[in-house]
Structure formats: C-alpha cells, structure tokens
Nanobody, 124 residues
C-alpha cells in the first residue's frame, strides 16, 4: 500500500510559477513509476507528466512540454512538478499517481495509487 499526499497548489497569475510536491509513504517509493494528472469539472482526468523509477525517463503531454518539469527524489520519497509560464487553461485539480508498471505510461488505469489532489488556479 502506498499513500500519496500532494501539496503546493494555489492561486497564481498567468505567466507565474508553482511547484507541486507529492510525498509518498508505505512501500518502496523507488519501485513505482510516478506521474501527475489533472482534471477539470466535466472532463476526464488527463495525463500531464510521467517519470520512470530511476527518474531517467520522462514523458509530457504536448500541452505542457517546455513549461513543466517532473522530477523525483527517491531518498525523500517525493515527486515534484515544476510549473512555469502558467496559463489559465492549466487551471485544474492536480493528482499525483503511482504505478507498478515497468515503464512510464499515460493511461490512468495503469496507476494503482492516487493522492487526494491539489487545486491549481491560474488567473488571467
């Protein structure tokens, strides 16, 4: 069992930055592929960024490439999402997720554990 707790969300103006954190507890953090997803009301949860177990391979949604950076610290059991040049369309609840798959995956159904979510609001 893995427990995930996100933090770092908030209200920011367009063009600003935020850093989300997700702290994991439970089984060995480094054995999980990690990812961030986001969801807005009435829409399906969408993949934002993913990271391999070692942190050596990353994957991003086209909408955030060049603006967001995912990273992890396996010694601290934490995954991060650095978000720069934020846009109003980035407004969503952001979720951290852990998967026991071998490689990074964009499919939410491959993820076994989810955090409770943190709200990010970008004002224009």
């Amino acid at each position: 069992q893995v427990q995930l707790v996100e933090s770092g969300g908030g209200l920011v103006q367009a063009g600003g930055s935020l850093r989300l954190s997700c702290a994991a507890s439970g089984r060995t953090f480094s054995s999980y592929v990690m990812a961030w997803f986001r969801q807005t009301p009435g829409k399906e949860r969408e993949f934002v960024a993913g990271l391999s177990r070692s942190g050596g391979t990353t994957r991003y949604a086209d909408s955030v490439k060049g603006r967001f950076t995912i990273s992890r610290d396996n010694t601290k059991g934490t995954v991060y999402l650095e978000m720069n040049s934020l846009k109003p369309e980035d407004t969503a609840v952001y979720y951290c997720a852990a998967s026991s798959t071998v490689s990074t995956t964009q499919r939410q159904y491959d993820y076994d554990y989810w955090g409770q979510g943190t709200q990010v609001t970008v004002s224009s």
